[in-house]
């Protein structure tokens, strides 16, 4: 009887490590409540297997200098889309992908841009759009690429 319990405790062990490695954002991770200057109040692991073209601009980005922390600014996504893209030519068949995102505080003049594959891009917005839409504006995300 006792084998039996630690098989199955085994295989829903290995069930939610399949859940965490193919669906990360069931799995919120939550950072410090403080709201300071160097802390998130949450973080969000973003799913490379999922949106590789765009995990690896993020993570390229953040090792360039640019935030990993965003304040969210639904508000001035237009204007910051608008000044990040400035002078950034377009290329057929590929979208330019802005990070620190648009909707971000720390977004907009400045932003790393890279041109990269519609479908990631749009996929990855909108997961990220998903994950961010129970928080109000000027809440901060920790964003971690797994």
């Known amino acids: 009887m006792k084998n039996k319990s630690m098989l199955v405790s ?29 802390e998130a109040v949450y973080t969000i692991v973003f799913p ?3 949106y590789p073209e765009t ?9 360039q200098g ?18 990040s893209l400035k002078g950034i030519p377009t290329k057929p068949n590929l979208d330019r992908d802005e990070f620190p995102m648009a909707m971000c505080v720390e977004g907009g ?17 909108s997961w990220v759009s998903n994950q961010l839409e129970k928080y109000p504006d000027g809440t901060r995300i920790k964003i971690v690429v797994n």
């Open 10 to 38: 085994l295989v829903i062990l290995s069930l939610i490590a399949l859940l965490y490695f193919f669906k990360p954002e069931l799995f919120p991770i939550p950072a410090s409540t403080q709201n300071d200057d160097t």
């Open 48 to 50: 490379s297997v999922r």
């Open 55 to 63: 995990a690896a601009h993020i993570r390229e980005a953040i090792e």
């Open 66 to 83: 640019e935030p990993s922390i965003c304040t969210i600014d639904r508000k001035g996504a237009e204007e910051n889309r608008k000044e």
């Open 109 to 125: 003049k400045g932003a790393d841009i890279k041109h990269i594959n519609p479908s990631d891009n749009r996929g990855a917005g």
